[in-house]
């Protein structure tokens, strides 16, 4: 039997996604290991998740080196000690450089609060709802040099009701990515996309 793929999961916030994605692999539902969290920020509420569940982190201090290029060989590292197979980018608010494109060559996905290519960028629902439309969604795609702008792998779309406050979309859209981020996973997985 194979080996469960070694995942790293990439976080600078809360970690919603990837408690429902140990979720998943403690349901039977996804046949991976989440060997390390890593985060650019100290006080990052994902953290104190990752110990609860027992996970390893990496925390770095972006300012603490020179430039990208510097903090992501620290990463790649710190990934290849943990032997990842595969990166989940998780609320990780940062471009990922060369350095880490090149060591994970197609091996890198992330998650975004919209139907990419629209509201890419930051505050993906906030811009959907300040501009009035009627449907929005969650996409799964690859990581490349731009902002939000990989191979889409996987989208799925949340109704905004007129009567939908800006809090109960982001509730919306969290509840359809805590099921389609680990499925998604999964199928990239049995494809044999991360080994
Ligand atoms: C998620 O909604 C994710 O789609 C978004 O950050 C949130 C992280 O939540 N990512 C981006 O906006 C990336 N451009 P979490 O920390 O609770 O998983």
Same mark, same amino acid.
């Given at each position: 039997?194979?080996?469960?793929?070694? &995942?790293?999961?990439?976080?600078?916030?809360?970690?919603?996604?990837?408690?429902? $994605?140990?979720?998943?692999?403690?349901?039977?539902? &996804?046949?991976?290991?989440?060997?390390?969290?890593?985060?650019?920020?100290?006080?990052?509420?994902?953290?104190?998740?990752?110990?609860?569940?027992?996970?390893?982190?990496?925390?770095?201090?972006? #300012?603490?080196?020179? *430039?990208?290029?510097?903090? @992501?060989?620290?990463?790649? @590292?710190?990934?290849? $000690?943990?032997?990842? @197979?595969?990166?989940?980018?998780? !609320?990780?608010? %940062?471009?990922?450089?060369?350095?880490? &494109?090149?060591?994970?060559?197609? %091996?890198? +996905?992330?998650?975004?609060?919209?139907?990419? =290519?629209?509201?890419?960028?930051?505050?993906?629902?906030?811009?959907?709802?300040?501009?009035?439309?009627?449907?929005?969604?969650? /996409?799964?795609?690859?990581?490349?040099?731009?902002?939000?702008? !990989? %191979?889409?792998?996987?989208?799925?779309?949340?109704?905004?009701?007129?009567?939908?406050? %800006?809090?109960?979309?982001? /509730? *919306? $859209?969290?509840?359809? @990515?805590?099921?389609?981020? =680990?499925?998604?996973?999964?199928?990239? +997985?049995? #494809?044999?996309?991360?080994?």
């Amino acid at each position: 039997m194979k080996a469960k793929t070694k &995942l790293a999961v990439f976080a600078s916030g809360t970690g919603s996604n990837f408690v429902a $994605i140990q979720a998943a692999i403690e349901q039977g539902e &996804l046949d991976a290991e989440v060997v390390l969290v890593v985060s650019d920020q100290a006080n990052a509420l994902v953290l104190d998740k990752a110990k609860a569940f027992g996970v390893e982190t990496f925390v770095f201090d972006p #300012k603490a080196f020179t *430039n990208k290029a510097a903090f @992501e060989s620290k990463i790649v @590292e710190a990934l290849h $000690i943990k032997a990842v @197979e595969g990166i989940i980018l998780a !609320g990780y608010m %940062r471009l990922i450089g060369p350095t880490l &494109l090149h060591a994970f060559e197609g %091996r890198i +996905i992330n998650i975004h609060p919209s139907l990419l =290519p629209s509201f890419k960028g930051l505050d993906a629902i906030g811009q959907a709802f300040e501009a009035g439309v009627k449907i929005t969604g969650v /996409t799964i795609h690859y990581v490349d040099a731009g902002m939000d702008t !990989g %191979r889409i792998i996987a989208q799925a779309c949340v109704a905004i009701d007129d009567a939908d406050t %800006r809090a109960m979309l982001q /509730t *919306n $859209i969290q509840q359809v @990515e805590h099921k389609l981020y =680990p499925e998604t996973i999964q199928t990239l +997985i049995t #494809k044999g996309d991360f080994s």
